[in-house]
């Protein structure tokens, strides 16, 4: 099993263009995550989504949008890059909870992106 | 929110015990604490997860003492490959949401 992984996982963007980043998964796991880590800080919630077809914002969502079309699959969107958005992007995926943050997060390697 | 607090970072030597204490004052009644592990490059790898009094598995234990307010991810006799970041996390109880501090960082030397 491949477990969580992310397209591409480099990138370099211009202020202005749009991107996708690509996370899928192979555990069969409804939940899902995005990210960003900033250097010297830890991992900020971006978007999540609890199922197929549903999506949520996380702590800081502004300037980006996500789609769950397919279960396995979690696309992160830039509309419009900026320079604040370069960052390391990483994907998550794990199972239900009946309590939140009793589930284990599996990680994917991560998506490091510039916009210059 | 419960905001963890940790220090930013711990030395140590190999074969040595660690023990990394984490702050969270205003933990809710349902929230977990659960600690992640992240090497240079990787995403954050899952170590532990406890709620109250002493968990333990093949890597680490974690202490929680009655009150909750802290808790201590204890390490026995680290190793080079230990060196890290570690994350001490507070589940928000149901939103599914993981709140994650600025973590420890770990050196071990020889």
């Known amino acids: 099993n491949a477990g969580v992984t992310q397209t591409p996982k480099f990138r370099v963007l211009k202020t202005g263009q749009s991107m996708t980043l690509l996370c899928a998964q192979d555990?069969?796991?409804?939940?899902m995550y995005w990210y960003r880590q900033d250097p010297g800080m830890g991992l900020r919630l971006i978007h999540y989504s609890v199922g197929e077809g549903t999506t949520a914002k996380g702590e800081v969502p502004d300037g980006y949008n996500v789609s769950r079309l397919k279960k396995q699959n979690f696309l992160l969107g830039l509309e419009s890059a900026a320079p604040s958005q370069t960052s390391v992007y990483f994907c998550?995926?794990?199972?239900?909870?009946?309590?939140?943050?009793?589930?284990?997060?599996?990680f994917g390697p991560g998506t490091r992106l510039t916009v210059l | 929110l419960a905001k963890t607090t940790q220090p930013i970072s711990m030395d140590s030597y190999e074969g040595q015990e660690v023990n990394i204490t984490c702050s969270h004052n205003?933990?809710?009644?349902?929230?977990?604490i659960t600690w992640y592990q992240q090497f240079p490059s990787q995403g954050p790898r899952f170590i532990i997860q406890?709620?109250?009094t002493k968990v333990t598995n093949e890597v680490a234990s974690l202490f929680i003492p009655a009150d909750r307010k802290s808790s201590t991810l204890s390490l026995p006799r680290v190793s080079l490959s230990d060196t890290a970041v570690y994350y001490c996390?507070?589940?928000?109880?149901?939103?599914?949401?993981?709140?994650f501090g600025t973590g420890t960082r770990l050196q071990v030397f020889p």
């Open positions: 996390l507070v589940g928000l109880y149901n939103t599914d949401k993981l709140i």
């Open positions: 205003n933990i809710a009644t349902n929230d977990y």
């Open positions: 555990m069969n796991h409804e939940y």
């Open positions: 998550a995926s794990s199972s239900p909870s009946r309590l939140a943050g009793t589930n284990e997060q599996f």
């Open positions: 406890g709620y109250k």
